[in-house]
């Protein structure tokens, strides 16, 4: 147990320096709004294309890699898997394909933006009404608002809108007021997406702050993306 804490801690030092600038006052050093309209790009220097399918994988390793993927919450009632969680490790399986669909498309072939509005959906599954993701309610005991599947609409006022901003490593991955509530916010309102240790030891999606609280392990996701 000792040697596999210690990794960790290992693992986490270059990140840790890396979010030094990450607290509940400044969570996160938004770009200019001359940096609206570059393209997002893959490890490999793709474009990210709208019509493809993707997976959302962590852009740092060790403890804090993984994938994202879909899966049952605890304690669901829901016919389907209504819950967004990243894998524990980059040396996990692999995550659940996305697509995303942006509210104006840009390009031929269409390709994703910096802080372009677009909803996510999983592409796999046979539960439609399960698949686009949405925030959900406060969770106090955890301190977070999780995301999951339920209760979202493509392009509608009900579903949760997301942009990327430009990291150290990859791209972090924000929720945004959207078009449709606020068609002239930048970057106003945007809060980004954490990875937070449940009680069951998943990781999972969700708007929090920083360490908040203490005993738990969470951190802000930074990510690429993966051709599926």
Known sequence: MMKCLLLLCLCLLPFLAFSSNFTSENPIELPTVTSVGQRVFDPLGRAVETRRSYRISSSLWGALGG???????PNSAAPCPDGVFKYNSDSG???TPVRFIPHRSIGNPPVLHINQDFNIQFTTGNCDSYTVWKCGDYDASLDA???GTSG???GQRDSSWFKLARAQ???HLLNCPGPIACPSCVLEGCRQVWAITMPDGRRRLALARRQDPPQQLRF????NFVRA
């Open 145 to 147: 608002t999780l995301l």
């Open 169 to 171: 490593q990859g791209y």
């Open 67 to 73: 994938q994202v993927y879909l899966a049952t919450t």
């Open 152 to 154: 979202g609409t493509i």
């Open 93 to 95: 399986p692999r995550g």
């Open 220 to 223: 802000p996701l930074s990510v």
